[in-house]
């Protein structure tokens, strides 16, 4: 199978702690997307870092790129009761393949 | 300006019968994407078209699937002869051009008993 994986499956955390979920992707990309999606419906986009850079900020949100170790990491600093959602990295040249999401609760 | 949609939200329908599910995607995407979401599971790759460009259906999971877009807008996903395992969400996505973020409809639940 082509598709990735993300790790943790699973998160729970508390309120203000900070959450890492990793991607890790097979074959080679022009650059890599985060999604996040509630309630099990419509996916919304995070951020996309391109291939040639290394990490990339957007509001609480930080994501780097290893391209030799084919695995990108989303960080989500001083976590809300409002992440509480499934992650999910996209990935890919030609084609493009979601990893299997990681699942983060946040415990108000 | 308005998001991709689809139609219906919802539908239920009884095995062995025929469904056809809409994506209206935002206006001036050249790529459109199919995926499905089974309960508690990740995206499922469906199909892909790019422009005029012949679609990628290396992710139809059977014969009984199939999709056309019509004049490089709406796009249609026909499932012939629906069984159980059909259940899922499906979702449509389109993007400016291959690679680019892409935008989610808010999915239609199919539900086959």
């Known amino acids: 199978s082509q598709q990735g994986e993300e790790d943790p499956q699973a998160l729970s955390i508390q309120e203000g702690e900070n959450a890492t979920m990793n991607c890790s992707y097979k074959?080679?990309?022009?650059?890599l997307q985060w999604y996040r999606q509630n309630s099990g419906r419509g996916l919304v986009h995070l951020i996309l870092?391109?291939?040639?850079?290394r990490e990339k900020h957007s509001g609480r949100l930080r994501v780097t790129l290893d391209t030799s170790k084919k695995s990108s990491s989303l960080l989500i600093t001083a976590s809300r009761a409002a992440d509480t959602a499934s992650y999910f990295c996209?990935?890919?040249?030609?084609?493009?393949?979601f990893g299997q999401g990681t699942r983060l609760t946040i415990n108000p | 300006g308005a998001g991709v949609s689809q139609s219906p939200s919802n539908k239920v329908t009884e095995k062995g019968k025929d469904v056809e599910l809409r994506c209206d995607p935002i206006?001036?995407?050249?790529?459109l994407y199919w995926y499905r979401q089974s309960l508690g599971q990740g995206l499922e790759f469906l199909i892909y078209?790019?422009?005029?460009?012949?679609?990628?259906k290396s992710g139809l999971p059977s014969d009984r699937f199939s999709a056309e877009r019509t004049g490089g807008s709406v796009s249609t996903l026909t499932i012939q002869r629906t069984q159980q395992e059909d259940s899922a969400v499906y979702l449509c996505?389109?993007?400016?051009?291959?690679?680019?973020?892409?935008?989610f409809g808010p999915g239609t639940r199919l539900t086959v008993l």
């Open positions: 870092i391109r291939s040639n850079e």
């Open positions: 206006s001036g995407h050249t790529a």
């Open positions: 996209l990935w890919g040249a030609q084609k493009l393949v």
């Open positions: 996505a389109s993007s400016l051009g291959p690679g680019d973020t892409q935008y």
């Open positions: 078209f790019q422009g005029n460009s012949a679609p990628d």
């Open positions: 074959t080679s990309i022009n650059n």
